[in-house]
């Protein structure tokens, strides 16, 4: 199953396909005991997908074949005792994906001539994702990071590494498990390696970066490097051959920090747009301005959810879930909208737009 949402990726799944291309929708649990509801409803949506393509008569008979194959394919991969909050099934022509979402998505079939992105690109965003970069003289080690957790990451050349016969006992000036960077050309040669592989994975797939490791070997990145000179350092030595759970309890305090400050960034950026009359607030106000392109800055309370349908005219009202025309994953479209039209959107703790009903944004005029 698939988790990383990169641009490149992004583009990829969004560029047409031939009739149909299909997108199931499931909601899932992380609980073992609800493994077998969630099973149920997914083989029940999947059938139903195909009693689409068998009524539609657009689609012809061998790409009707052809792409319940390829759901069947799909079903296949899927592995509930891994499963997160909600699951995405692609399927055209050829060709299959399934996505694990650590964020709720409405149950739903589409057939279009496009795949269905918004709920992913929520789920990727609402996650804040980072990368932790772990440092040492001997190995550099990469961590993909995200709802409270990082796992290392095997990708982009990652781990780098130098074996023992490589260091110059007499030259070695030891600074916690750093040689003296001033003198070990070696060592600065294979940190300026790490920074250009670092580089290469953050133009893939670009997010916050932290860099933990002594300081001695935080300074020669600052003197060296390019992307992680200007990452979030952690002074925090012998994590490059650490466990996951050593360098989460190492970085998440920095983590913490850097969020509460953005919280308090986007408070302050919403609170001088009121005063500028450059605010809105509210799903039909923001939708409105998210549908104009008007909004530079979108902030979402993270479990803030309302399905809605539209009153006949440009507004949006509140609607059950179930109901004809009800768009249940409006707040996803709102933010695949905002994040297409340049905006920066910031997913805060729920509560903390006090009266701005979950949703709020910054005009751009």
């Known amino acids: 199953m698939e988790h990383a949402l990169s641009p490149t990726t992004l583009s990829e799944l969004r560029r047409p396909r031939p009739y149909p291309a299909v997108s199931v929708l499931t909601p899932t649990h992380r609980r073992a005991t ?3 509801e969630d099973r149920v409803r997914l083989r029940n949506a999947l059938a139903d997908a195909k009693k689409q393509l068998e009524a539609d008569p657009a689609v012809p008979r061998e790409r009707r074949i052809d792409v319940a194959d390829q759901l ?9 005792g891994h499963a997160e909050d909600g699951l995405v099934i692609f399927a055209a022509p050829g060709e299959h994906q399934v996505w694990s ?10 057939l279009s001539d496009t795949f269905l ?6 789920a990727q965003v609402a996650e804040r994702p980072f990368w932790v970069l772990t440092v040492s003289a001997d190995r550099v080690a990469l961590w993909n990071g995200g709802a409270g957790h990082v796992a290392e990451e095997r990708a982009g050349g990652f781990p780098l590494t130098r074996t023992r016969e490589n260091f110059d006992a007499e030259r070695q000036m030891q600074i916690g498990d750093m040689p003296s960077t001033s003198r070990d050309e070696t060592t600065r ?14 133009r893939r797939y670009p997010r916050p970066l932290y860099v933990a490791g002594e300081q001695a070997a935080l300074s020669v990145l600052d003197e060296l490097g390019t992307v992680t000179k200007d990452a979030v350092h952690v002074r925090h030595g012998g994590l490059a051959h ?15 920090a850097e969020e509460n400050r953005t919280v308090e960034t986007v408070s302050r950026e919403l609170e001088s747009a009121r005063g500028r009359k450059a605010f809105a607030a509210g799903v039909d106000e923001v939708w409105q301005n998210a549908s104009d392109g008007r909004i530079r800055l979108l902030a979402v309370e993270e479990n803030y959810r309302v399905t809605v349908r539209a009153d006949g005219g440009d507004h949006l009202v509140p609607a059950e879930s179930g109901d004809m025309d009800a768009r249940e994953d409006i707040v996803d479209e709102i933010v695949e909208r905002c994040l297409d039209t340049g905006a920066d959107v910031r997913f805060v703790p729920d509560g903390a737009l006090g009266d701005a009903q979950g949703i709020a944004g910054v005009l751009r005029y």
């Open 189 to 202: 040669r294979f940190l300026r390696e790490a920074d250009t592989a670092m580089s290469r994975i953050l």
């Open 72 to 80: 069947d394919r799909a079903l296949a991969e899927v592995d509930l």
């Open 117 to 122: 992105t918004r709920n992913l690109v929520a």
């Open 242 to 256: 650490g466990t996951p759970d050593a360098v989460w309890q190492a970085v998440q305090p920095v983590i913490a």
């Open 101 to 110: 979402l650590a964020r709720t998505v409405p149950e739903r079939v589409v």
């Open 34 to 36: 609800e493994h077998a």
